[in-house]
């Protein structure tokens, strides 16, 4: 009885921990997997918000995207969130980070640093700074980038604009 015990408090604390790291959890990616996400071509709408832990405006503008995220949760409506940190600091500022805001959208490193190599093939108006936001609906054939920071109602419209 004693080892049945001690086994089913061992199982439960790994399955906590994993699901606490799972939801905090950070996909290292390169710009071909970002591409293809790009590409899908369906009804819904997909925001992918270009940003990074060391940028103000972006930090600043992050509530209204978690809002809105959760608000359209049950649209045709992808949020993801495409973090430029450096790789090198993915386990003492990414994932603190994103555990700390308790970011519960999908959040993925880039891990391209050669900015100059791949920016233009997101989109050539792209000037490299950050906030940046690709609102795309590959269905309607609607795409909008949008280099810096969005209020949550520009945010909304938007989206709608895209639906």
């Not at 799972?22 to 071509?41: D, F, R, W």
């Amino acid at each position: 009885m004693r080892k049945l015990s001690v086994t089913l408090a061992f199982a439960f604390c790994l399955l906590a921990s994993a699901s606490m790291y799972g939801q905090n959890k950070v996909k290292v990616i390169k710009l071909p997997e970002l591409q293809s996400y790009l590409a899908k071509h369906d009804d819904t709408v997909r925001v992918v918000n270009f940003w990074a832990t060391w940028c103000k405006p972006c930090v600043m503008e992050l509530p209204h995207f978690l809002e809105t995220y959760r608000e359209m949760k049950s649209q045709k409506v992808q949020f993801l969130f495409v973090s430029l940190d450096f790789v090198q600091d993915y386990n003492k500022r990414l994932l603190p980070f994103v555990k700390n805001r308790k970011l519960d959208a999908p959040v993925v490193l880039l891990d391209e640093p050669d900015y100059n190599s791949w920016i233009d093939l997101i989109d050539p108006s792209w000037e490299g700074a950050i906030p940046a936001t690709m609102i795309v609906n590959n269905k309607t054939k609607k795409k909008e980038f949008v280099n810096g920071e969005l209020s949550k109602e520009m945010l909304i419209s938007k989206i709608n604009k895209k639906l």
